[in-house]
Each structure stands twice: as structure tokens, then as C-alpha cells.
């Protein structure tokens, strides 16, 4: 009976320990998420090279871009 009674309490500790712990990891992620997404976010990149200077990847990607916008 007190070997069943050690492992309910066990069993217990263990099931309270992992909830405080995906309560700790959730509020982890909000706070990183929310961090995230107050920084300024970048408003355009710019590559400076001679077009034939670009590998054929970054030529692709700059004919499909569209142009940048006047601010």
C-alpha cells in the first residue's frame, strides 16, 4: 500500500512538474514573439553588383522582384 501511495504522489509531482513546465515554454514563446514583432522590420534589400557580376539564382531573383516603391 505505501509503495502504490509513492508512486500516485510520483505520478502527481510528475504530471504538476510538466504543466508548469508547457506553461513556462508558452509564455517563452509569446514574450520572444511579441519582442519580434515590435523591432522595425526591414524595408527592402538592395544588392549592389553589375548584373553579370550575380550568380544566375540572385539575377532570377532580382528580374522576378518588383521595383521598390518611392517613400
Known amino acids: 500500500m505505501k509503495h502504490r ?3 500516485l504522489a510520483l505520478g502527481l509531482a510528475i504530471a504538476v512538474n510538466g504543466a508548469a513546465l508547457m506553461a513556462v515554454n508558452a509564455s517563452m514563446v509569446g514574450g520572444a514573439g ?3 514583432l515590435s523591432q522595425p ?3 527592402r534589400v538592395v544588392i549592389v553588383a553589375k548584373r553579370q557580376e550575380l550568380p544566375a539564382t540572385q539575377a532570377v531573383a532580382s ?5 521598390p516603391r518611392a517613400l
Open 5 to 7: 501511495i509513492h508512486l
Open 34 to 36: 511579441r519582442e519580434l
Open 41 to 43: 522590420q526591414l524595408a
Open 63 to 67: 528580374q522576378n522582384c518588383p521595383a
